[in-house]
Structures are given as C-alpha cells and as structure tokens.
C-alpha cells in the first residue's frame, strides 16, 4: 500500500524567508511518481512538478526547488524568498506504475502563510 | 484552450436529495479522476475511469455514490440520499498519459 505523509500542518514565515514544505512517502514499487501540487485560496489545484522514482536529481525552477531522495523515501519542497502569492495549500502525492494505470495518493497537504 | 470544467459550482441540498456533478475533461484526456476534499482535509480518492476500461471504484464510500463516463468524455459524479457528512468539494482531474492530473474547480455541495 502507498502512503504520503505530510507532517507539517500548517507553516507561517515572513515575506522573504525560505520555507521547507516536507514529505515522505512509502511505496513497495520500484517504479513510481511523485508530485506537488498547489491549491490557493481560490481552491483550484495547479500541478507543480512531477518526478520518477529512477531520477534522483534534484530540480530547481526560479524560487522553487525540489529535493528527491530515496534513501529517506523522501521529496521535500522548498520555496526561496517566499512572497506573499506563495500563500496556499501544498500537497505531495505518489502514484505507482500499475498495470498501465496511476492511481495518485495524496498527503494531507501542508498550509502555507506567507506574512508581509 | 479549455480546462477542466465542473458544474455547477456550488450545490445546496436537502438531505435525503439525490445529486448529480458533472465533469468536463480536457479534451483527449483517457483518464478522469473524482475526489472528494472535506473542509481542511487532503484529497479523498472517490473513482477513476481509464479509456474503455472498467472504472476502479475502490474509493467510493457507499452505494449511495456512483459515477458514468459516457463516450470517454463527460462524467456525472450520482449521490444517491444525500447526508450531511457528504458535504464537501467534489473535484475532477483528468490526464492524458504521463501521470500529472489537472484539475477542474470543484463543486462545493452542502447537505442541509
């Protein structure tokens, strides 16, 4: 069975402080996905980034970045200068390769307030 | 260049009312996904409907929940005897093949 496990419920910083949004996950595939996702006030949810568990690499995009690793099961996020907009609710979610079909597990999600 | 739409947005209902959510896919998109998200809490997993295969129905609640996708596009999301414990945003993602789901706006239903 799959699991996501966000251990942080809510998070606040101040306007340019960096943050860390955590997660950890357990799976028995070898095989498998792992994403963050973004929900602001206005609800919708906006995919983030998408990683394969065979690519290890770190990845970063502007202020985001994303640290992958295996031997922790884990896929933090972090947030570099964090601004005001950054104010949402975060989840990480795992999906195993299954016989052609992705079901997508979400943590609980981690609520972000960024304080001007 | 359309999302994922749903409809309506909002729903207040009396309980013991059946319900009926729709969800407009991406267009192209095999797969489409319900979920059920209570106020404060993550993404409850509801069902899933992959191209012309049997739907995976492992998350539905209870009998009173039933979904249909009619020629692979449109879904309708059925609750059968409202409660008041149904109350919550119901939401749909749909993708094409490489996992990342994108999601509509969700309905918000309120069970009276």
């Known amino acids: 069975a799959q699991k996501v496990t966000q251990a942080q419920t809510e998070i606040s910083v101040v306007e340019k402080e960096d943050v860390t949004l955590d997660c950890v996950y357990e799976t028995r595939d070898t095989t498998y996905y792992l994403f963050w996702y973004k929900q602001p006030p206005s609800g919708e949810l906006v995919f983030l980034i998408r990683?394969?568990?065979?690519?290890?690499q770190n990845e970063i995009s502007g202020r985001y970045s994303w640290n992958f690793q295996k031997s922790t099961s884990s896929f933090n996020f972090t947030i570099t200068a964090s601004q005001v907009v950054d104010s949402a609710v975060y989840f990480c979610a795992l999906s195993e390769a299954n016989r052609g079909y992705q079901k997508v597990t979400f943590g609980t999600g981690t609520k972000l307030q960024v304080i001007p | 260049g359309a999302g994922v739409s749903q409809s309506p947005s909002n729903k207040v209902t009396e309980k013991g009312k059946d319900v009926e959510l729709r969800c407009d896919p991406i267009s192209g998109h095999t797969a489409l996904y319900w979920y059920r998200q209570s106020l404060g809490q993550g993404l409850e997993f509801l069902i899933y409907f992959q191209g012309n295969s049997a739907p995976d129905k492992s998350g539905l609640p209870s009998d009173r929940f039933s979904a249909e996708r009619t020629g692979g596009s449109v879904s309708t999301l059925t609750i059968q005897r409202t409660q008041q414990e149904d109350s919550a945003v119901y939401l749909c993602a749909s993708s094409l093949d490489s996992h990342e789901q994108f999601f509509g706006p969700g309905t918000r239903l309120t069970v009276l």
């Open positions: 990683r394969n568990s065979f690519d290890e």
